[in-house]
């Protein structure tokens, strides 16, 4: 299957923006220039932006039905009397139906890979599966001794049945949940698999005060200093918040192999506090952008996360130039591609990559004039304005419709459990 992107804005993330036309043969980008051959489908990008599918480098997807559930609540009481209680009477259709409603949402809103972190993940697994998204998954590991043996074997299940499959679309990793709910032999269990299965860590880490204050009181360590113990940094590892980076933690930091993974709106929502990205970035640290699930975000609108990832830092360092629309790009980008191991396939458009691709349509008022391309995309675009979404060299969205499902059935079937779940 050849498909031609002809005479679009292109912002490849490996040069200068120029305008040109990309060549996708099944799953690859051959040829990137102005090229004129024969193709089973022509898709006109004049007055377009083509551009690499954004990053979502931690969610959980599972989440979408606890959109607008429970919303002014502090993170650990959050957890423990709204999450929690629901999340026990949730059943694997449950995730499956969520998991849809997500990955609609994600892809008409310019995601094309996930990096996900719950349970039921086969589910998601599924899902992604069949809308055609690229995606990251791991079983959440938490607790200790008989249940956190139980999630281990899940895991690797998890890994067994689905690591690779879907043409290498789907990986999986270890998720562990925080270093404040994994006791040191859980810690030690999750570090084993990841090593036994060769793949990277995915681990919430530094996100609250309380976490800093829990870790001293627990262990009398910070969370860099349990994590470095327990061996975790000797693997890539996938940080989620980095909000509460002590001197000594940004010092193990710039020795990892992986990164941070900043969720601005998240973070600010549940009042967790301003990731100091600028200091992490200037370091050498890469840093990745994602929403984490709908019950702390609200939507996994990605280019919501660019603009605040961006006012956020102008904010913190009291400057205009604290971080710039073109870094924040790469961060939803390239540099989330490097966090989660996957830049030598995604992340920017070059001859030979994987064919992750959207195309947003400039001709709407809220995006005249155009002066500058990366100021557009990151504070004037946003997710409703991506046009056509590819992942894998396939159509998945054209013209703002999926191709794989009818939406409305999957929203349908989100509002029926709904009624039943939240009243159990
Ligand atoms: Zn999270």
């Known amino acids: 299957m050849k498909v031609l992107i002809k005479n679009g804005y292109i912002v490849s993330m490996a040069t200068e923006i120029h305008k040109g036309d990309i060549l996708i043969e099944d799953d690859r980008i051959s040829r990137i220039g102005m090229i004129e051959c024969d193709v089973d489908k022509v898709i006109d990008a004049t007055n377009k932006i083509v551009m690499p599918g954004l990053i979502n480098a931690h969610t959980h997807v599972g989440m979408s039905l606890f959109r607008g559930y429970s919303d002014e609540s502090e993170l650990m009481e959050w957890l423990s009397k709204k999450i929690w209680p629901v999340e026990n009477n949730m059943t694997k259709s449950d995730v499956y139906h969520a998991s849809l409603l997500s990955g609609i949402e994600m892809i008409k809103s310019g995601t094309t890979t996930f990096n996900d972190h719950y349970f039921y993940e086969e589910e998601t697994a599924r899902a992604a599966e069949l809308l055609g998204l690229r995606a990251i998954l791991a079983r959440a590991i938490i607790s200790s001794e008989e249940e956190a043996i139980k999630r281990i074997a899940e895991a690797e299940e998890l890994y067994n049945n689905w690591h690779n499959k879907c043409d290498g679309r789907i990986k999986v990793c270890v998720g562990l949940h925080a270093p404040y709910t994994c006791p040191p032999d859980t810690m030690k269990m999750g ?132 971080l710039s629309a073109e870094d924040v790009i790469k961060m939803a980008t390239i540099e989330g591609a490097k966090v989660l191991g996957i830049d030598s396939e995604v992340g920017s458009l070059e001859e030979g990559k994987k064919a992750d691709i959207i195309i947003i349509d400039t001709n709407k008022p809220h995006l005249c004039p155009l002066h500058n391309i990366y100021s557009l995309l990151a504070y004037s675009v946003n997710g409703a304005d991506v046009q056509t979404s590819i992942i894998d060299g396939k159509v998945v969205m054209e013209d703002r419709k999926i191709t794989s499902i009818d939406e409305e059935d999957v929203m349908r079937d989100c509002r029926r459990i709904v009624e039943s779940l939240f009243r159990k």
């Open 191 to 322: 570090v084993k698999l990841a090593d036994r299965l060769g793949t990277p860590i995915h681990i919430h880490y530094l996100e609250t005060r309380d976490e800093v204050k829990q870790m001293r009181e627990m262990y009398n360590m910070t969370s860099t200093e349990y994590l470095k113990k327990a061996g975790v940094f000797n693997y890539h590892v996938m940080l989620a918040h980095g909000v509460q980076v002590d001197a000594d933690s940004l010092e193990t930091l710039k020795d990892i192999s992986g990164g941070i993974i900043h969720n601005p709106i998240s973070n600010q929502k549940l009042g967790s506090g301003i990731a100091d990205i600028k200091k992490l970035r200037d370091n050498g640290i890469n840093v990745a952008l994602g929403t984490d699930g709908q019950g702390s975000t609200n939507t996994l609108d990605m280019f919501e996360e660019i603009k605040s990832a961006a006012y956020l830092q102008k904010v913190l360092y009291n400057s205009a130039t604290a």
